[in-house]
Nanobody, 123 residues
């Protein structure tokens, strides 16, 4: 069964860190760009960070530049999102999805969505 599974979310205080994982099963991650997307309460899903098939090209939304780092470990069929210096506005459900290329890291260009993992940043 082809699927992406996110994990690593949780409750963290402002300034804290989390590492999200996106594990693929049923297909080889090597052939796809992977993106992380966030949906905050009452807002549309937005592209947070995307990484190319080989990992050489990355994209970050302005709101997370310098704080988040995306990486991939193809041997483990997994993509990670290291999130540091978390802010309350980072709260939301984080999804990963696959695409043909990172393009502009827009949700409409990605598919095979995971079920999401909740991240809550609160004191």
């Amino acid at each position: 069964q082809l699927q992406l599974v996110e994990s690593g979310g949780g409750l963290v205080q402002p300034g804290g860190s989390l590492r999200l994982s996106c594990a693929a099963s049923g297909f080889t991650l090597d052939y796809y760009a992977i993106g992380w997307f966030r949906q905050a309460p009452g807002k549309e899903r937005e592209g947070i960070s995307c990484i190319s098939k080989g990992g050489g090209i990355t994209y970050y939304a302005d709101s997370v530049k310098g704080r988040f780092t995306i990486s991939r470990e193809n041997a483990k069929n997994t993509v990670y999102l290291q999130m540091n210096s978390l802010k309350t506005e980072d709260t939301g459900i984080y999804y990963c999805a696959r695409g043909a290329s990172i393009s502009r890291c827009r949700p409409s260009e990605f598919g095979s969505w995971g079920q999401g993992t909740q991240v809550t940043v609160s004191s």
